[in-house]
């Protein structure tokens, strides 16, 4: 969608820090944007800050888990007491 997006508002040039190994669209699971059958070029660079990028994701989704088991156990919990 997000590269869908890109074309149809003709940004001309994105930069993005690190890749997205399961779904990335512009490098890692698809080339979207290098498909030749689109009206509008978007180039891209991708490696701004990769590293850090990297580990803020990392960090990021590794909290949302533990917060969700958190959640998923709490309501589990108040599900038994009823």
Do not use: Y
Request: net charge positive; glycine share 6%; proline share 2%.
């Amino acid at each position: 969608m997000c590269c869908g997006a890109l074309v149809h508002a003709r940004v001309a040039n994105v930069i993005f820090a690190t890749r997205e190994p399961r779904a990335g669209a512009v490098i890692s699971t698809a080339t979207a944007l290098d498909n030749p059958a689109l009206n509008h070029s978007v180039s891209w660079q991708e490696g701004l800050l990769s590293e850090e990028a990297a580990g803020l994701l990392k960090h990021f989704f590794k909290s949302r888990r533990v917060t969700r088991r958190a959640d998923e156990v709490a309501v589990d919990g108040q599900s038994e007491n009823r």
